[in-house]
């Protein structure tokens, strides 16, 4: 007797999330222009595709987006949450809690990249109030890679404690710094978000972990062209090979 094959399913890529960190004019790869941002909301709502929050991105209506911001700069308050207000867009930034009121200029800090305000607490309690969900990037945005079991819980879970008490709302959320991921981090991200976040580029799938969904960098869609069209064929090509070379480098 012959077995009929099976084909294999697809794998649904009509699901994203988006990763901005500063939305400034100085050109560095972690900023996006208050302009190009603009337009990109601009180009998301007139897509008719849904904006979704992040804990819900994976069980929502395909084809969906989700936006974060890493680090919580103060551009964010600024720039990007009356447009986002303007569309009823939900959002979630993740906050490194020791240096919120301070600037970007923790240890670890890549170089070439500006130093800049992040939002104070008061100002992060309004925004709260206002619907935007704060998640938790550590409390001093360490490579957890590099630290003992004791130390990577303490800058996960004193993050999360921190925003909880600040907002009066639960941190749902989590971001690895740089992207590492060991596996003791990964099992309590597991235990305590529920949704973590990772560097790797690619779009959410029925495969990916809960603990460590890829995200898309806009730094890579600055096109507009690959914005308008982000769950397109050109756009998924030129995405995983730019995810190709990140993980080769």
């Known amino acids: 007797m012959v077995r009929a ?44 595709v849904p904006v979704a929050r992040l804990t819900e991105l994976r069980s929502s209506p395909a084809p969906a987006v989700a936006l974060t911001f890493d680090d919580g700069f103060q551009n964010f308050a600024e720039v990007a949450a009356p447009v986002l207000a303007r569309y009823r867009f939900p959002a979630t930034v993740f906050l490194v809690s020791g240096y919120c009121g301070a600037a ?41 890679g590099r630290l003992d079991e004791a130390a990577m ?7 999360k404690r921190r925003i ?18 060991p596996e003791p981090a990964r099992r309590l991200v597991a235990e305590q978000f529920r949704a973590g976040c990772s560097t790797r580029l690619g779009y959410v799938t029925a495969g990916s972990r809960p603990e460590t969904l890829e995200r898309l960098d806009v730094y890579y869609l600055a096109r507009l062209s690959l914005f308008r069209h982000l769950f397109a064929s050109p756009a998924r090509w030129y995405l995983a090979l730019r995810g190709f070379i990140r993980e080769w480098k």
């Not at 909880?164 to 991921?181: I, V």
């Open 5 to 48: 094959r099976v084909a294999p399913k697809p794998i649904d890529v009509r699901r994203a999330i988006l990763t901005y960190h500063s939305l400034d004019d100085s050109g560095s790869v972690i900023s996006v222009s208050p302009a190009l941002f603009a337009r990109q909301m601009e180009v998301l709502a007139g897509s008719g």
């Open 104 to 144: 970007n200029d923790w240890p670890s800090q890549w170089p070439g990249v500006p130093r800049l305000p992040l939002m104070t607490w008061s100002t992060i309690q309004g925004l709260s109030r206002a619907g935007v969900e704060f998640g938790a990037h550590t409390a001093t945005h360490p490579d957890l």
């Open 153 to 159: 819980r303490e800058e996960v879970l004193s993050s």
């Open 164 to 181: 909880e008490d600040a907002t009066g709302r639960e941190a749902l959320a989590f971001a690895y710094p740089y992207g590492s991921m």
